[in-house]
Each structure stands twice: as C-alpha cells, then as structure tokens.
C-alpha cells in the first residue's frame, strides 16, 4: 500500500497496532523511492528517542536490504540537543579559574573526553546534570551563528549540512513545524536563510505517530507573551549595559553615554507602567486559569501590547548602539568580547519578544488569543494568540511535498456509515476521499488484558470528595495487591493530589513517583525501571509515548476518561469551528473523538509485546453507560479481542488476588 501510494505521488493514512514492524514497513519503500528518484525524504517522530531508536536501530536493519547498504541517514535535532563549542570553552575556562565546584568538574572532564570522539555532539545519550547541559548546549539566543569561531564545527550546523546531502532525514513534529513555519512566513528565517535549510527540500514526508500532529502544530504555530519574563530580561539588559558603559565611558564621551543611560531609564520606566497595566487587565479574571478575550476587551490588550513593543524599540535601539561602540573600541580583550556576546544575547532574546507580540497584534483571524497561567499566579501569566482551523493550516503546509504518509496505532475512531478516519483527516488537513487503511495488532487482547470497570464507584465529578475517596480506596487496595510494576494516570493535577493525600500513607515500601507540572517523564521512567516497587502518578505526558513492557507495567488505574474541559479557550473555539451547524455537531466530529483517541493512547501502554498480560481499571462509569452516544462509540473503537467486565468494587479485588496468585501479573 504505501509503495503504491509513492508511485501514485498520493497520500495514504495508516493505523497500525505496536509489536507489528511497522518502521521498517514504511522506511523499505520510502528508501527505494529515494535511490531510484534521487528525491530525499523527511521521517517525522514524536519525540527524539523515537527518533534516535530509528536511526540505531531501524535504519541498521534497513542498510542490510538488497541495494540500500550506501543509503544516506541522519537525525536532525533542535539546536538545543547539541554540544555548543563556544560555551564548551567557556566552562572550560570557569574550571580551569577554579569557578566550578568538585562535582560538577568531575562532570566536565567526562565531557572533554566525550567531545573527542563524539561523532556528532548529541547530547541526548549522555546523562547529565540539567545545569551542566544548559551550561554546554546551544540555543537561539547564545548563537552567533557565522560570527562564532567554531561555526565550522558546530555540531549543529554540521548536521544540518549533512540533513542537505542525505536521502532520509529523521527529525521530529516539533523541528518538523519549525520549518514549516518558516516556510509559511515566507522564508523569515531568524537566522535570515532561504527557505529549506533547516530541512533539505524533500519530497516524501512520513509522519510517525500522526495523532500528535495538532499539538505539535498549535505549540509551534502559537505566539506566546509573557510579561513577567520580558521584565526579567529587559533587568538583564539594563545590567549588562550598564556594565559596558562603565568600560566604555573611558573611551566614548560620558555626556553622550549619560544621555544614553537616561533613554534607557526613561524607557524602562514606561515599561514597568505598560506591564502593570497589561497585568492588571489580563490577570484579573475570576473565571478560571484561562481566560479568552474578544471584542473591546481583546482590542485593549491588542494596544498595549503594541505599546509595549513600541517601547521595546529603545531598549533594541540602545542596546545596538552599545554594541556598535564595543564594536569600535581598538583594544580588544576578553573582557571586551564577553560584554558583547552578553548584550547580543540579550538583545536577540528581546527582539524574539518583540517577535511574539508582533504574531499576537498582527492577525486574529482564525485564531484565538487568551490568557493561561497555574493556579492563579500572576508571575505565570502568559498571553497566548494559536491557530483555530488546524486543518486548515494542515493542508498549507509543505504544498510541494507530492507523498505525506500518516501512521499511528490510534488514528481510528469509529464512525457508523464512514470508514472510521473522517476525525483523523479533519486534524491532518486531508481531503475527505484521502487514502487510509487500517490494519491489525499482533496481540491477542483476549489473553493478555483484563479490563474492570467498578459499578459501585460514585459519579465522577470535578472536585467530588465522595468520588474521591472511594476511588483512592480502590486505588490504594489494588496498587497493594499488585505491587510494583504500576502506573496511576489522571487528567488533573488536583485529582492526583487529593488521592496521594490520602493513600501514600498505605503503601508501605513501595516507590511512589509523582509527575510534577514541569517534571519530564524520562527521569521518572528511568527511576521506576530499576525499581521492582515502583508505581508512576502520571498526568498526561503520560498518557502516550511511555514504553514499559512486561513486569514493568502489569496495572493501569485510569481516574477518568481524558476529556479536555469544553470551555478551555482554544477547544471551545475549535468546537465552533468543527461544529458550524451546531455545538453537538462540534462535539460529535471533534471533542468526542479527541477524547477517544487520548484513551486508546493511554490504553496502549499497558500491552507492549506478545508476551505481556495486564490489568486495566478505569474508575469513570461512563465508560459503560449506553446512553452516551460517546460512551459506545468509545467501547467500538477499542482493539478487537478487549472486554471490559463492569463488576462491583470487591469483585475485581478478588479477581486481582487471584491473577497475583497464579502468576499472571
């Protein structure tokens, strides 16, 4: 199938269970196309140890087909992954001034030994501290690109030089929209190139894991202020001007200098007034962490915005000048340079703010502009303008790509009287008569999955004790039976705080690992791996992406299905656009599915191999009510062979005791 559709220049979508080959399934053909056509192709993953388990491994296996053994691979990361030799240097020199402690020295000289047979600066495999990577790592503000002495052999660079002479690039949704954005902003590049160079100019694009591609989409596609960070920035640049003046007043006259300093002072002031203002509009809404603005309200906060940036104008303008003096100073020296890179990063990171206002006050067409933060601190306040019509966006992008193959183990919902991909073409901007198939999974649900659902369970409510309580009994009774091997999965943070508060007194000896907001999930599924007593309090960054076979994962409490709440700005706002006649049909061809597609995913960690069995528990009763239309299109779109056994609480415990006792979990 996906051979055909690369000999038609057509484009195909593709569910396929886990366990079933499906990399090299899709690698083989696109290969072949790309020796014979001499054209290049883009794989996009998830996330980036997806992406480096194709090129170490999948591709290894591909390279051994007939003809494919000189076939050209490489990964293309964000800036961020790679070694920044620059800043390598520089710690190197804190060291050798003795500015760094013992422990972090000991690090470093790893590092050293590592930079020198390091075939491509990927920092991913190495496991360091998060100070230390920061420390080494590049990112957009600290690069000066062509200006950096080691330009040559930037790791960055180099891959991406390498990504123009490849025949299969593999990158990720997040790099992969980052290019589309340039592309859509008619090549605007922050680093002022042509359009295609941070991706060859392909003609194939595969797309692994295409379920996530909305999200990928509305974060790359999404400009984001926030206001309390701009001040912290524009503090840096105060002090690092402020610094340069000190030296500069000796070469520069200091009445000029004096009224530069003034300027800027001046500026900063009004500054300080525009955010106080800007926060006390946006900060002040009682209705919850996110508030969306239109009409009056919008048109207010679209002019001080713009106010704001009008005076960010002076900071630019002042901080290019003390550049351009650090610049004409005759005596170069260290110090010299250092005060410059400081003030050029600075100024990069503010014109980037002033970039994101531009992309809020500049359209909303098709958009929605609201205000996010947690739990109602103000220094976490963001304005956030992301796009509406995915689909519509979707179907802009990369027009010249004549093959995009979509593959995902949950791009099906069912849908009586269609072929179950009509949501699936919705979010990926396809035709309505665009190919898709869907194929089987090598497991035998049958035999490898229990599936309860406890009758005797209150109604879940948002911020209901009484559901609660009972289901951190449940919770806390099964997670004793099983043991390790266990993952807790909830939709809110609150849910997972009021059951830990009330069962991890009970748990005797077993590690809890609890997801904190801005925990990543990698550390805490490294920890919980070598752990035999280990269960995971997960929100939804677990919910997908999460690979524990066999006695790694044997139980799976789910608190509720994974709605998203209706009222959030932008599902709200994509509702209406979904549902043009009414806001049942919005639900129907949007909200429902979403949901369903966010179950099968969470779903999908507990079965990982043939060899695997599991215990899944979902405490939400409206999973098996049938008067919910959702409720049964959610039961039809489940994998052939699960069963779910509606029984009362005790029932299941007992059933649970009796699994353990026999070994099957």
Same mark, same amino acid.
């Given at each position: 199938m996906k051979s055909e559709s690369i000999e038609r220049d057509g484009n195909l979508m593709i569910e396929v269970g886990t366990g079933t080959g499906k990399s090299?399934?899709?690698?083989?053909?696109?290969?072949?196309?790309?020796?014979?056509?001499?054209?290049?192709?883009?794989?996009?993953?998830? %996330?980036?140890?997806?992406? !480096?388990?194709?090129?170490?491994?999948?591709?290894?296996?591909?390279?051994?087909?007939?003809?494919?053994?000189?076939?050209?691979?490489?990964?293309?990361?964000?800036?961020?992954?790679?070694?920044?030799?620059?800043?390598?240097?520089?710690?190197?020199?804190?060291?050798?001034?003795?500015?760094?402690?013992?422990?972090?020295?000991?690090?470093?000289s790893g590092i050293l030994i590592w930079s020198m047979i390091t075939g491509d600066g990927d920092l991913d495999p190495l496991p360091l501290k998060e100070e230390m990577r920061r420390m080494i790592s590049g990112n957009r503000f600290d690069c000066t690109r062509r200006l950096c002495p080691f330009f040559e052999i930037c790791p960055y660079y180099v891959q991406r030089e390498n990504a123009k002479c490849s025949d299969i690039v593999i990158t990720n949704h997040s790099f992969l929209f980052s290019e589309a954005n340039i592309r859509l902003s008619d090549g605007d590049a922050e680093e002022r190139e042509d359009i295609g160079t941070l991706l060859p100019g392909f003609k194939y694009l595969v797309v692994d894991e295409a379920h996530e591609l909305e999200a990928s989409l509305t974060q790359a596609?999404?400009?984001?202020?926030?206001?309390?960070?701009?001040?912290?920035?524009?503090?840096?640049?105060?002090?690092?001007?402020?610094?340069?003046?000190?030296?500069?007043?000796?070469?520069? !006259?200091?009445d000029f200098l004096r009224r530069l300093w003034t300027k800027l002072k001046e500026a900063t002031a009004s500054l300080d007034k525009q955010i106080t203002e800007l926060v006390k509009v946006t900060g002040s809404s009682e209705s919850g962490n996110r508030t969306t603005f239109t009409g009056r309200e919008l048109e207010a906060i679209i002019s001080m915005l713009a106010a704001i940036s009008d005076t960010l104008q002076t900071h630019v303008y002042i901080g290019t000048q003390t550049m351009q003096m650090l610049d004409d100073v005759e005596e170069r020296?260290?110090?010299?340079?250092?005060?410059?890179?400081?003030?050029?990063?600075?100024?990069?990171? %503010?014109?980037?703010?002033?970039?994101?206002?531009?992309?809020?006050?500049?359209s909303q067409e098709s958009r929605v502009v609201y205000v996010s933060r947690f739990e109602r601190r103000l220094d976490s306040l963001s304005i956030i303008s992301s796009p509406v019509e995915n689909d519509t966006l979707m179907a802009s992008i990369f027009p010249d790509v004549s093959v995009k193959i979509f593959i995902s183990a949950t791009l099906w919902v069912y849908s009586r009287g269609s072929d179950g991909f009509n949501y699936a073409r919705r979010i990926l901007g396809t035709?309505?008569?665009? #190919?898709?198939?869907?194929?089987?999974?090598?497991? !035998?649900?049958?035999?490898?999955?229990?599936?309860?659902?406890?009758? !005797?369970?209150?109604?879940?409510?948002?911020?209901?004790?009484?559901?609660?309580?009972?289901?951190?009994?449940i919770t806390l009774k099964a997670l004793k039976i099983v043991g390790g091997g266990s993952m807790v999965l909830f939709t809110s943070y609150e849910d997972m705080k009021g059951t830990l508060s009330r069962i991890s007194g009970g748990l005797g000896d077993m590690v809890i690992h609890i997801q904190d907001? #801005?925990?990543?999930? %990698?550390?805490?599924?490294?920890?919980?791996?070598?752990?035999?007593?280990?269960?995971?309090?997960?929100?939804?960054?677990f919910w997908e992406g999460v690979d524990l076979p066999g006695e790694q994962l044997k139980l799976l409490i789910v608190y509720k299905l994974p709605f998203e709440?209706?009222?959030?700005?932008?599902? #709200?706002?994509?509702?209406?656009?979904?549902?043009?006649?009414?806001?049942? #049909?919005?639900?129907?061809?949007?909200?429902?599915?979403?949901?369903?597609?966010?179950?099968?995913?969470?779903?999908?960690?507990?079965?990982?191999?043939?060899?695997?069995?599991?215990?899944?528990?979902?405490?939400?009763?409206?999973i098996i009510d049938s008067r919910r239309a959702y409720s049964r299109k959610l039961q039809a779109s489940l994998p052939p062979g699960v069963d779910i056994q509606a029984e009362s609480s005790s029932k299941i415990l007992r059933e649970l005791r009796k699994l353990k006792r026999e070994r099957w979990i």
């Open positions: 090299i399934a899709y690698l083989a053909p696109v290969a072949y196309a790309c020796i014979s056509t001499l054209n290049q192709a883009v794989v996009s993953t998830r %996330t980036r140890i997806l992406q !480096d388990q194709l090129f170490k491994k999948d591709v290894e296996v591909l390279k051994t087909f007939p003809n494919l053994d000189d076939l050209r691979v490489s990964v293309m990361k964000g800036r961020e992954r790679y070694l920044c030799v620059r800043k390598l240097f520089e710690v190197v020199n804190l060291a050798l001034n003795k500015m760094l402690d013992e422990e972090m020295s000991t690090e470093l596609m999404s400009y984001r202020f926030q206001p309390y960070e701009l001040a912290g920035t524009v503090r840096r640049l105060i002090k690092a001007v402020r610094n340069s003046f000190g030296f500069l007043k000796r070469h520069f !006259d200091e020296n260290e110090k010299i340079d250092g005060l410059e890179a400081e003030v050029s990063r600075i100024l990069t990171e %503010t014109r980037e703010w002033m970039k994101q206002i531009a992309g809020i006050t500049s035709s309505s008569n665009n #190919e898709a198939v869907r194929l089987g999974t090598s497991f !035998d649900y049958t035999q490898q999955l229990k599936f309860f659902v406890p009758t !005797d369970l209150p109604d879940y409510l948002p911020n209901s004790l009484i559901y609660l309580e009972s289901a951190a009994d907001r #801005e925990d990543s999930p %990698t550390t805490i599924l490294a920890d919980h791996v070598n752990s035999e007593k280990s269960v995971i309090f997960g929100a939804r960054a709440r209706p009222d959030e700005p932008l599902i #709200e706002a994509r509702i209406k656009h979904y549902g043009k006649r009414s806001f049942v #049909e919005g639900m129907n061809k949007y909200y429902y599915p979403k949901m369903i597609t966010a179950f099968r995913q969470g779903l999908g960690r507990l079965i990982r191999t043939r060899g695997d069995h599991g215990v899944v528990i979902v405490l939400d009763k409206r």
